[in-house]
């Protein structure tokens, strides 16, 4: 049987065959046309494939020239994924880890705390929907926010049944 193999079991393996002529281009361009990737994500994801570190940054710059590499559509896209269910420093330091520039993530920021409130009261809703009766029941929703990435501020105003307006 050409192409099988049999491991110790007896079953049949299957080898995925190597495509050592697929260019660096090719294969950034495979990647870039499941999902947004950072310049950063994608330099560490082609790194194995090249053989000079110049010709992916070369390849990076290319790309973005081109239009196929954005680091803002990046950042709109991971925005779009987790905001109605993360808070802005989770999704901050979401950005930081795929290496999106300091700036755009200061931007990102700014426009997801404007909304924070909202967005950590309808996750609380969601789960908890009646405000804590004990301690332990505060604590426990507390914490659960704060996994999500909102702000302790953030917090204590939803624990409180705050909207945020005042008193007016």
Same mark, same amino acid.
């Given at each position: 049987m050409?192409?099988?193999d049999?491991?110790?079991?007896g079953?049949?393996?299957?080898?995925?065959?190597?495509?050592?002529?697929?260019?660096l281009?090719?294969?950034?361009?495979?990647?870039?046309?499941?999902?947004?990737?950072?310049?950063g994500?994608?330099a560490r994801?082609?790194?194995?494939?090249?053989?000079? #570190?110049e010709?992916?940054d =070369? +390849? /990076?710059? *290319?790309?973005?020239?081109?239009?196929?590499?954005?680091?803002?559509r990046f &950042?709109e896209?991971?925005v779009h994924?987790?905001?109605?269910?993360?808070?802005?420093n989770?999704?901050?330091?979401?950005?930081?880890? #795929?290496?999106?520039d300091? =700036? +755009? /993530?200061? *931007?990102?920021?700014?426009?997801?705390r404007?909304?924070?409130?909202?967005r &950590?009261?309808?996750?609380?809703?969601?789960?908890?929907?009646q405000l804590?009766?004990?301690?332990?029941?505060?604590?426990?929703?507390?914490?659960?926010?704060?996994?999500?990435g909102?702000?302790r501020?953030?917090?204590?105003?939803?624990?409180?049944?705050d909207?945020?307006?005042?008193?007016?």
């Open positions: 050409a192409g099988k049999r491991d110790a079991a079953a049949t393996v299957r080898e995925r065959p190597a495509r050592p002529g697929r260019s281009k090719a294969r950034a361009l495979g990647y870039l046309s499941r999902r947004e990737y950072s310049r994500e994608l994801k082609l790194a194995p494939f090249a053989e000079e #570190h010709s992916i =070369a +390849l /990076i710059d *290319s790309l973005e020239q081109e239009g196929w590499l954005s680091d803002a &950042a896209s991971v994924r987790r905001a109605s269910r993360m808070g802005a989770r999704i901050v330091g979401e950005l930081r880890r #795929h290496d999106v300091d =700036a +755009l /993530i200061e *931007s990102v920021g700014a426009q997801l404007e909304t924070e409130l909202s &950590a009261q309808a996750v609380w809703r969601k789960k908890y929907g804590p009766q004990t301690p332990a029941e505060r604590a426990k929703q507390a914490r659960f926010l704060a996994g999500r909102f702000s501020a953030t917090i204590v105003q939803t624990l409180k049944g909207d945020g307006l005042g008193d007016e």
